[in-house]
């Protein structure tokens, strides 16, 4: 029977259905829960999708009578009534999915010093009057001004708000003002001001809804970032921008489009109007940075990978369309370079990482993992091309962390068990579950330290790649199919591993420190959290410190975001960290390449 | 000896040469300035015209040698080359004269010191590689920066030009950069910068693309101000601009399409790309400067008529949509009051009348008449409400200065006569016309001092409405339809030189002057240049002063505006003038209403 090959995106999973079977089908095949509460009768309208590619049956009765206009031209289908005719690749938009994915907002959050950069004022002017006919400006720098320390600056989109609700309001109201003299918004008296604080990662944006007033983290939200659609990671993501300046700034505007969707969401749900919001930080990699800020992001995808720029730098919201009250700012902090971003120099904020006492080394693992190290007096950093071997790709049963996906794997009683996330029948592996499988495989004498299989278990299956481990048979699975954990799986974990020790080494060689220097491992992101530290020990992609040593952070760069948008000290600190920041170059290094072949063995060292 | 006549289109103006003249001969009978720098030698090749019908003598060398084939196919001929052989009729094209016509775009210029806000720096900066890997800022100020008085600073928007730029073109090319270090444009080595002017007036825009590196005007453009279409005079317009934000922004955004149009036509006439107009100066009354700039016009369609700021302000263009340079900004000159805008400044730096020795008065006549006393040491503005009457309407017989307008009405003979423009026949009168109509009137003794008709002519008709005079009576209209100057129409007159002369009388009296004391008396704007002065001092709208104290200058707002776009100097005049002016308020001027009503009467004062 032919069978069609149905591609899920943004969870980037591949069902393969027998023609004839729904878009529903492929779905559930594949583990993903599209909601469909009238059990794919077309009644509930719940299962929306996009069509990206490839083609489908004609618009059934129930899609003519429930798709309007704009859906049709969006590619919207119902996966309850689309039949794949060829090939397709579809987008799930989050809505349609029952269980969102596992967004990683949290930290561990403290509490930072307020010191906002934009502050509330109450005011009060003498209204206009045949005897005094000053202007609005004149009259508002005459009344305001001579409190601030610098000259009372205003753009004109602030400017006409002043215009019209002074007299609206009686010429009564709240001016918020940044530490620069600039006036960002006109409020009604009172209004709490706010801040929008978020993490663009490559995959997922994390988003905060702050008080500039007593610091609280007033609502906070996850989403996907919708760029994924142009390319899963930063190098497609590069390629696709390079493509003409229109493919950069649709970038942008699906970015900037979703983020305004988070900040709808998060005002609403706390009450609070735009001309509240005066002030934002928003963090992420060099690329997503360059993509949001809408630099030039050509030098990024070409040796030797040098960044627009790396200062921090201030951007009117209205510059790049993000929903602000008229006069607001973005706060982007500074990057380290190409692939040292601001999100790192965030995660060293959140963590304190870069001014501890005491040698201090700090990462986040990701396609590149980037690693600080500080020895007291000397900061140093790089970045390692560690791989998506960690984000369920390149792995044949591999997946992003969703529902379904196996996120633990250990040996109980002998045997090998493992858990997934939302206890659902499992569909695949994720970065967490890949790595925990890897350590058993090699605690129980299934793989030596090479990597390579020993079949010492009837689980061990010869293939002419070098053999696999059947991790789930099919009859067990969500989709009815073997989970396996190939030879080439273990090589990328070994590849990945290699890479992120590698990168640890080289900064501990450029301090003169050895390992067992360290006095504190922070590990930061969402699948640094998920791991299970005794197996990144044991396959020695950690090293053997005492367990006490290590910290696992959680979205430390999205707690830094919050902390830089209340506080001017950690902005300053922010940059004082690019000054004082050593970067360290892994591709030209004398000895990396050394260290990275000596660092593929799966030992504890 | 045989006579020849010749018409010169689209002036509308006839000459009678003798045979064997040529073109240029006619041109300057007829009063009319041809450019011909060379003095007619067939040097400057600037005096080009075009045959519309008729026989010239045949190509003289010059001309076979300076006429290209689109020429000849055109009819394009040297004026000073080309003689008669029959009545003829030429088209002069705007480009040939040296004044052009209706849409006044040109005062008295003179040469203005450059001191332009933006300057070139040709640069080439070390390319990155593995052994220097700063980023591109860094790059940019390392390289650039140690030669600047002030920190350098960019704008992404320009930032990424740079970044694709540079690498484009093998890391070498010109900077623009302003006077506070923030570059503007990326451009290939030497290209040439130039600026934008523009006199947003509320009927017309003249507009202006000017070198900043020599200071030559290189084209120039007028246009109607489509905002006519919402509303054709301030009041309308604002009241329109107040029924919500959406229309506010409408006309904003008619206007900068307007403007990009001609600045379009201007930069492909001249072969400019967009990244090399990088600065820019628009002036307009306080009302046309918010509506470009955003802000709100509420408060100047209601008493006490304030601006919404009357300092000078630097606009990003991306802001309001102007297509200059990415980084451009627009320079504003201040205003000093609701109804005395930036154009009255621009106007006072053009002609020097702020800083002239002597008593110096000047004036720009529209709806709102501005006023501007210099004393020497003081510095005194009003605006005083002439109404529309001179612009043509609440004339019963009254248009815009266009074809078929009367435009002079004079005594010949004992009997009055009329011309048009471009020597159409009649439709209606406009603001000279019916100057010179009223002061006809009142020196043949139809009308009293009070403007009551004398029933001394058959052509003065008795009305239930205080009697009209037959100005051309139908049958040798354009429409068939009498012209006639009414009892109102009068009255209209004695209203607007009312309001001007009280006006000036205000002024004097607030600076212990009389009329006598003025020593010069400059008449602005384009109904200011075509009015008749012996008229206007007749009717008393004008004191009766010698005539050679008189300057009538044209658009001199535009001229300034061209001047302080090379020219901080003159822009610093331009604050300066904000801080020393006075600004009367006639509407609570205890003296006004007394004046106002002694103005009244029609004589000569």
Request: aromatic fraction near 4%; proline fraction near 5%; charge should be negative.
């Amino acid at each position: 029977m032919q069978k069609l090959i149905v591609d899920l995106q943004p969870v980037g999973r591949r069902a393969s259905i027998p023609a004839g079977e729904s878009l529903l089908s492929a779905a559930q095949a594949a583990g993903i829960n599209l909601i469909s509460i009238c059990g794919g009768n077309g009644l509930c309208l719940e299962c929306r999708v996009r069509l990206i590619n490839g083609k489908l049956s004609p618009l059934s009765l129930v899609e003519e009578a429930n798709l309007d206009e704009s859906d049709l031209e969006n590619g919207i289908r119902l996966a309850c009534q689309a039949i794949p005719l060829s090939d397709v690749k579809v987008d799930i938009p989050p809505e349609s999915l029952s269980a969102a994915q596992r967004l990683q907002v949290e930290g561990q959050e403290e509490v930072v010093e307020l010191e906002p950069q934009v502050l509330p004022r109450d005011l009060t002017f003498p209204p206009p009057s045949l005897a005094d006919l000053r202007d609005d400006l004149t009259r508002l720098r005459d009344t305001f001004g001579p409190s601030l320390d610098h000259h009372l600056s205003i753009d004109t989109q602030v400017m006409v708000q002043f215009s019209e609700q002074m007299r609206a309001w009686n010429w009564k109201g709240r001016l918020a003002i940044d530490q620069d003299g600039r006036v960002v918004s006109v409020l009604p008296d009172r209004e709490e001001l706010y801040g929008f604080a978020v993490d663009i990662g490559t995959t997922k944006l994390a988003a905060y809804l702050v008080s500039l007033e007593n610091g609280r983290i007033a609502g906070k939200q996850g989403a996907m970032n919708p760029q994924i659609a142009y390319g899963e990671d930063v190098v497609a993501r590069i390629a696709y921008a390079n493509q003409g300046v229109e493919h950069r700034r649709t970038l942008q505007t699906r970015l900037v489009d979703t983020l305004n969707g988070l900040l709808s969401d998060l005002r609403q749900a706390a009450g609070v109007s735009q001309a509240q919001v005066v002030d934002a930080a928003i963090v992420g990699n060099t690329a997503m940075h360059h993509l949001f800020a809408g630099l030039s992001v050509r030098q990024l995808g070409q040796a030797p990978y040098v960044a627009a720029l790396t200062e921090a730098i201030n951007l009117p919201a209205s510059q790049v369309g993000l929903d602000l009250a008229p006069g607001a700012r973005i706060y982007l902090p500074p990057n380290i370079a190409g692939y040292v971003g601001a999100d790192h120099v965030s995660m060293l904020i959140a963590t304190h990482a870069w001014e501890m006492p005491g040698v201090t080394l700090a990462l986040d693992i990701g396609t590149n993992t980037e690693i600080c190290l500080s020895t007291g007096s000397r900061l140093l950093s790089c970045s390692t091309a560690s791989g998506p071997a960690f984000e369920g790709a390149h792995i044949q049963a591999g997946m992003r962390a969703a529902p379904g996906a196996i996120e633990r794997v250990q040996t109980i009683e002998g045997s090998l068990q493992f858990s997934t996330i939302e206890n659902q029948l499992p569909v695949g592996v994720c970065g967490s579950g890949i790595l925990d499988a890897v350590a058993e495989l090699l605690a129980n004498g299934v793989i030596d330290s090479r990597g390579v299989f020993r079949y010492i278990s009837e689980r061990v299956i010869p293939t002419d790649r070098g053999g696999a481990f059947l991790l789930v048979p099919g009859e067990q699975t969500g989709h009815h199919t073997d989970i396996l954990v190939t030879r080439k799986d273990i090589n990328e974990i070994q590849l990945a591993k290699a890479a992120i020790r590698a990168g640890v080494e080289i900064l501990l060689i450029e301090a003169g420190l050895k390992a067992q220097d360290i006095e504190h491992f922070i590990v930061a992101g969402a699948f640094g959290t998920y791991l299970y530290l005794p197996n990144a020990v044991r396959i020695g992609m950690f090293p053997d410190l005492p367990h006490e040593r290590y910290h696992q952070v959680g979205n430390a760069a999205g707690i830094g975001a919050c902390q830089m948008l209340v506080s001017r000290r950690k902005r300053a600190m922010a940059s004082e960290i690019l000054k004082r920041m050593e970067y360290v170059e892994l591709t030209t290094h004398p000895k990396f390449s050394d260290t990275f072949v000596d660092m593929m063995a799966l030992k504890r060292n």
